[in-house]
């Protein structure tokens, strides 16, 4: 009969480090058939184990989704006084599952969801350097100076330095545009035009993007997510979601 070492079940299931899992035991709130569960244990299918009293299933048929999230919901279970949640757009089958990291309530673009907690830990924790790609839109564009003091220097913040890489990204003419012999913008008309950026970093802290631009003197007007390490949004349309294979 398969076997499992204890912090390995609870890392795959509830999304922690192993560490974790081993605090958690030590901590006394993981029980193994009602009893305390103690260090280097080790489990199989018959064994009732729990935490915080609710029992985590061994067996569990793992779901990974990849979502377009529009702009208006927030990626929590519970909606946020009348802000709605994502989960009012996903089939109540999906409903069990919990977002891999969050977009916040004015952003847009790929979030994942899934009930592997190991999955989740892998594509979060900052040591396994997941690159994530957004698509950024600023009330001005942005000075030279501050576009590399936050590429090469990185901004300070109440939580830490904030570093990543951002590059202007200029529309290209619309196929309409270049049938109808279109010059491209001048220097001066793109100037004038909304300026998009793509910033591409591997952290994930609290609306960080939002965050290290404000302490620049810029407001983020858009923050729509592309890419999350392998997976992309791939024409995925706003509000769909598809299958994926972890």
């Not at 990204?169 to 001048?186: I, Q």
Request: charged letters at 30%; a positive charge; proline letters at 4%.
């Amino acid at each position: 009969m398969e076997q499992l070492r204890l912090n390995k079940f609870l890392a795959e299931r509830i999304g922690v480090s192993r560490r974790e899992a081993d605090d958690l035991i030590t901590s006394g709130k993981i029980t193994v058939n009602d009893a305390k569960a103690v260090l280097g244990a080790r489990i199989d299918k018959n064994d009732k184990v729990c935490y915080n009293k609710d029992i985590v299933p061994f067996e569990t048929n793992f779901l990974y989704l990849a979502f377009n999230k529009p702009v208006g919901y927030v990626c929590s279970r519970r909606s946020q006084g009348n802000t709605p949640t994502l989960y009012e757009l996903l089939p109540q089958e999906y409903h069990q599952l919990k977002t891999v990291g969050r977009l916040d309530k004015d952003s847009s673009g790929l979030i994942l969801l899934t009930n592997d907690g190991d999955f989740a830990y892998q594509m979060t924790h900052p040591k396994f350097h997941k690159e994530k790609i957004y698509e950024v839109e600023l009330d001005r564009p942005l000075e030279p100076l501050h576009q590399q003091m936050i590429s090469d220097y990185g901004i300070m913040l109440d939580d830490g330095p904030s570093k990543f890489t951002v590059v202007k990204k200029l529309a290209d003419l619309s196929f309409e545009d270049r049938k109808l012999g279109r010059a491209p913008l001048s220097v001066s008309e793109k100037d004038n035009q909304q300026v998009d950026y793509v910033v591409t970093l591997s952290e994930g802290r609290n609306r960080q993007i939002r965050r290290t631009f404000a302490a620049l003197g810029y407001t983020v007007t858009k923050l729509h997510r592309t890419k999350f390490g392998k997976y992309q949004l791939s024409g995925l349309k706003s509000g769909a979601y598809a299958i994926i294979k972890p």
